[in-house]
T-cell receptor
Framework: GAVVSQHPSRVICKSGTSVKIECRSLDFQATTMFWYRQFPKQSLMLMATSNEGSKATYEQGVEKDKFLINHASLTLSTLTVTSAHPEDSSFYIC????????????FGPGTRLTVT | AQSVTQPDIHITVSEGASLELRCNYSYGATPYLFWYVQSPGQGLQLLLKYFSGDTLVQGIKGFEAEFKRSQSSFNLRKPSVHWSDAAEYFCAAEMDSSYKLIFGSGTRLLVRP
């Protein structure tokens, strides 16, 4: 089956610093990748959709200058949380969709970000 | 507005008992429907999906779901729950050609020994 990885799985950073999270599709080409945020004991909220070679499309209320998304290749998308603050602490999950019409998104294992 | 509703926040069942998790959607047409399971601190695993055709869908780990257009529902069922099924379950729908998934709020399943 299709595998999506995320790195790092956990990261702790100081307030004011930036942190980058990678999302990789390991065995398929992902034309579209999605970034979600999940607060404790809550559902997933879509942050943005990224298509390879295009600018990401952000959901309403998501600051694009704070959450920088790059989808430079068909197997890699990155989310950079800039000038992180404690309220950015969350579980970030990516998903990827391939070129075939399987109507399925494959999810990464998530990244736990803690901002101190 | 397009939405997915999971009315049960928590459900507790005894091991070996049957299970049904409810999911309803609000949309003018039939969306693509999914059930995912999430263990603590983990990503999401797809249990099953419905696109069209047979309204009873079989998934992994002994789960099944039935799509009922008249009720705008896609309830997840399992005839006999195992302790390892304890997790968070999310229903999701893709309601347009944007490929975006709208998630329900999730149902936490607890399994009594």
């Amino acid at each position: 089956g299709a595998v999506v990885s995320q790195h790092p799985s956990r990261v702790i950073c100081k307030s004011g610093t930036s942190v980058k999270i990678e999302c990789r599709s390991l065995d398929f080409q992902a034309t579209t990748m999605f970034w979600y945020r999940q607060f404790p004991k809550q559902s997933l909220m879509l942050m943005a959709t990224s298509n390879e070679g295009s600018k990401a499309t952000y959901e309403q209320g998501v600051e694009k200058d704070k959450f920088l998304i790059n989808h430079a290749s068909l197997t890699l998308s990155t989310l950079t949380v800039t000038s992180a603050h404690p309220e950015d602490s969350s579980f970030y999950i990516c998903s990827a969709r391939g070129q075939e019409a399987s109507y399925e998104q494959y999810f990464g294992p998530g990244t736990r970000l803690t901002v101190t | 507005a397009q939405s997915v509703t999971q009315p049960d926040i928590h459900i507790t069942v005894s091991e070996g008992a049957s299970l049904e998790l409810r999911c309803n959607y609000s949309y003018g047409a039939t969306p693509y429907l999914f059930w995912y399971v999430q263990s603590p601190g983990q990503g999401l695993q797809l249990l099953l999906k419905y696109f069209s055709g047979d309204t009873l869908v079989q998934g992994i780990k002994g789960f099944e779901a039935e799509f009922k257009r008249s009720q705008s529902s896609f309830n997840l069922r399992k005839p006999s729950v195992h302790w390892s099924d304890a997790a968070e379950y999310f229903c999701a729908a893709e309601m347009d050609s944007s490929y975006k998934l709208i998630f329900g709020s999730g149902t936490r399943l607890l399994v009594r020994p």
